[in-house]
């Protein structure tokens, strides 16, 4: 990886000249992969909220995600192997949402309600994983519906802990579980078919709480839950609307490296810029400096000093909202980016 002196620029000369020694490393290889992965999975998640899984093409993700279609190829093989693969990062966020909150203490029906509470505020902040994992999984293939079987299984399991908790006498019949389980999944179905956000999903709790009682608890137990409140959830609204919207660009290798580094170094010259982002081209380097210049992301400093002084790259506010949506979708720790990490 390549390690170069990046640091922001100082009016003194003499000050630069006794930084030289310093270095930093800018993003690797691999993490730009990592980015554009990400953005394309996201993407890919998105338009199949929108569109419905079988109306997807790989021009609606490239066009939505900001990224190639010769890169979409080099991370994944085909449409189908890219939404496999956001359904297993959905499926993987959910997991990692409601796992916890079912391992927790107390009673089953208090990690049932847990478990729940977690599993509808992750579906109400991520509304496009949500329909992903519950709707569209249903027809995406033979290889989407036994990831769906495999989790619908889990749960079902998790339900028929409960008859452990039955009155002896009233034990729920065989298949009180795959029941609950599919009524469940056909109310939050039939919700994530609506209008996105009319109404949240966190406030079904009290009702499902009470289905999922009814079979092994009886009556008055449903009913309990039933008439408990719904839990006031503070969910983190979802930005929907995208950075890159509206920019005439691609999120290439060397634009997201070169974004890094003047995010991480403002005030860097053309030099500085390029050797943090490893461009050895300094007429490659220009060019692209124009360029997201002419689009609004970055601005020059230095512009007006006398002649043959040095360029200073500072990111202008949308630039550094692409920044750090960039670094959002690759999951990047701001610090460990700008450390060079």
Known sequence: MASALVTPRNADAGA????????????APGHVSEIQRQRILTAMADVTAERG???????HIVARSGVSRRTFYELFSDREECLLAALDQAIGRATAAVLPAWQGPGRWRERIRAALVALLGFFDEQP????????????????????????????????????????????PPPLAAEGVVGAVLAVLHARLLGAPGATPLSSLTPALMGMIM????????????????????????????????GLDMRLTYRTVRVLIAIAAHPHASNREVAAAADIADQGQIS?????LHNLGLIRNDGEGQAKGAPNAWLLTPRGEEVERAIRTDAGADPARTQAGG
């Open 287 to 291: 060019k692209l400096l124009a360029r």
């Open 16 to 27: 630069r000249k006794a930084r030289s020694g310093a270095t930093v490393t800018c993003s």
């Open 53 to 59: 899984a079988g109306q997807v093409t790989v021009a």
């Open 214 to 245: 009814l079979p092994y608890l009886g009556q008055a137990a449903a009913e309990r839950e039933s008439n408990k409140p719904a839990p006031q959830i503070k969910t983190i609204p979802r930005a929907h609307r995208d950075p890159l919207d």
């Open 128 to 171: 496009a994983p949500a329909r992903l994992c519950v709707v569209e999984s249903l027809g995406s293939g033979p290889q989407a519906l036994e990831r769906r079987t495999r989790i619908v299984h889990a749960l079902i399991a998790a339900v028929e802990e409960g008859r452990a908790e039955a009155r002896a006498g009233r034990e």
